[in-house]
Antibody, heavy 119, light 113 residues
Framework: EVQLVESGGGLVQPGGSLRLSCAAS????????MHWVRQAPGKGLVWVSR????????DYAGSVKGRFTISRDNAKNTLYLQMNSLRAEDTAVYYC????????????WGQGTLVTVSS | DIVMTQSPDSLAVSLGERATMNCKSS????????????LAWYQQKPGQPPKLLIY???TRESGVPDRFSGSGSGTDFTLTISSLQAEDVAVYYC?????????FGQGTKLEIK
């Protein structure tokens, strides 16, 4: 059974940093592209970033480019999102999701972790 | 960026009746080299993550009931629930995966009338 468990969310002040993790199990993690998608409270889904299966290629939404860094450790079956220079508008539930290959739909999602940026 | 626009924003349908919602993309998501529409539909129930229902515009994900169907091509797409069940109450999102950034519609909230 595919399992994705996000962690690392919490309350952070504007300008601060946070690192999210997504622990994967039940599938061959190193074969899958991985994505982060966020959802502000009461709002819709917004794609954030993706990384290819070996970690050599990444893409970002314009709103986070230069501030967020996606990475992965295939030996630990874990995906990361390093978030710097956080803003109030980054407040959201952050989901990790699997993707079999480039330009595929997001077929499995974690339960999400809440990031709140506030003073 | 490809803009995805869903209609209506909300929809109330009686149990057992048909529910239909639409999604329009600002540019075609039909990839000519493989003739696939890079369009997916997701269902999100309150307090849960999204769940993939339909991909390639009309292919049901494994385990999704056959009352859910997707249609359309190019820039105009439709998700239909043939006979609404109580457990179908949710917000439904379309998403294009034709290009980066992936983009979602704003969602259609489906309720029971």
């Amino acid at each position: 059974e595919v399992q994705l468990v996000e962690s690392g969310g919490g309350l952070v002040q504007p300008g601060g940093s946070l690192r999210l993790s997504c622990a994967a199990s039940g599938f061959t993690f190193s074969s899958y592209w991985m994505h982060w998608v966020r959802q502000a409270p009461g709002k819709g889904l917004v794609w954030v970033s993706r990384i290819n299966s070996d970690g050599s290629g990444t893409d970002y939404a314009g709103s986070v480019k230069g501030r967020f860094t996606i990475s992965r450790d295939n030996a630990k079956n874990t995906l990361y999102l390093q978030m710097n220079s956080l803003r109030a508008e980054d407040t959201a539930v952050y989901y990790c999701a699997t993707c079999p290959k480039w330009n595929d739909p997001l077929d499995y999602w974690g339960q999400g972790t809440l990031v709140t940026v506030s003073s | 960026d490809i803009v995805m626009t869903q209609s209506p924003d909300s929809l109330a349908v009686s149990l057992g009746e048909r529910a239909t919602m639409n999604c329009k993309s600002s540019q075609s998501v039909l990839y000519s080299s493989d003739n696939n529409n890079y369009l997916a539909w997701y269902q999100q129930k309150p307090g849960q993550p999204p769940k993939l229902l339909i991909y390639w515009a009309s292919t049901r994900e494994s385990g999704v009931p056959d009352r859910f169907s997707g249609s359309g091509s190019g820039t105009d797409f439709t998700l239909t629930i043939s006979s609404l069940q109580a457990e179908d109450v949710a917000v439904y999102y379309c998403q294009q995966y034709y290009g980066i950034p992936y983009t979602f519609g704003q969602g259609t909230k489906l309720e029971i009338k």
